[in-house]
C-alpha cells in the first residue's frame, strides 16, 4: 500500500478477500482509507464487513465497475490491488479506477491479460506488480501496526494443533476462510 501512496484521502478497491487481501484491507483502514472489497465467497465477504470494510461487492452477482463507480460518485477508485490473481478481476480493477488512478497486481496467475495500452494512456493508469512481501520490509510493517493499533489477529478465522495439520490444510484449499493458524502447546 506504500508503493501505492495510499492515504486517508484515498478509496482502495480490494478484490479478492483472502488472507492477504484481508491483512491489505487492515492496513487500508489503519491508514484512514475508504475500502471496496469485492469477493466471491459469502464467507469472506461477510469476514470483511466484521473486519470494518466499508464496502463490499459480491462479484457473482455484481457489475463491478459501475458499482465501483457508483460508490464514489462516478469518479473511480484511487487506488484497485488485485490479490486474487483472476483475469476478470485484473481487468475490472483497471477499469474501476480514477483518471490518474493506481493498479497493483499482487495474486499470481498464469494466464496471459489482454490490454488496451490506448485505454491506460487515455486514462493516465499506472500498473505494478508487487510480491507480497520483501524480507527487508518486515520491521517497517511491524512498526507501522503497532504505531496504528492494527491486529492482523483478526484475520485468523480458524486454529489447530499440528497434529490437524491435514485438515487445515483441506479447509484453507477450500478458499472459504481467512488466515489458518498453527497452536503449538
Not at 487481501?21 to 487500508?28: K, N
Not at 464496502?55 to 465501483?68: G, L
Not at 490491488?81 to 478481476?89: P, Q, T, V
Not at 520483501?134 to 491486529?151: G, H, P, R
Request: some cysteine; overall charge neutral; aromatic content about 8%.
Amino acid at each position: 500500500l506504500a508503493k501505492m501512496n495510499v492515504s486517508s484521502l484515498s478509496t482502495v478497491a480490494i478484490f479478492g478477500l483472502g488472507p492477504v487481501g484481508l491483512s491489505a484491507l487492515l492496513i487500508a483502514k489503519g491508514l484512514g482509507a475508504t475500502v471496496i472489497g469485492l469477493e466471491l465467497v459469502d464467507e469472506r465477504l461477510k469476514l470483511g464487513q466484521k473486519l470494518g470494510i466499508d464496502h463490499v461487492i459480491d462479484v457473482k452477482t455484481a457489475t463491478v465497475v459501475p458499482e465501483v463507480k457508483s460508490l464514489t460518485n462516478a469518479k473511480g477508485a484511487d487506488v484497485a490491488i488485485d490479490f486474487s490473481g483472476s483475469n476478470s478481476a485484473r481487468l475490472n480493477a483497471i477499469n474501476c479506477v480514477r483518471f490518474n488512478g493506481k493498479v497493483a497486481f499482487i495474486g499470481h496467475g498464469d494466464e496471459k491479460l489482454a490490454i488496451t495500452p490506448s485505454d491506460l494512456i487515455r486514462r493516465d493508469v499506472t500498473i505494478r506488480g508487487s510480491p507480497i512481501f520483501k524480507t527487508e520490509t518486515y520491521f517497517e510493517m511491524a512498526d507501522f501496526l503497532i504505531k496504528n493499533e492494527v491486529s492482523l489477529e483478526k484475520t485468523v478465522t480458524h486454529t489447530f494443533n499440528l497434529d490437524q495439520a491435514n485438515e487445515a490444510f483441506r479447509l484453507f484449499d477450500s478458499g472459504r476462510t481467512g488466515k489458518i493458524a498453527f497452536i503449538w502447546d
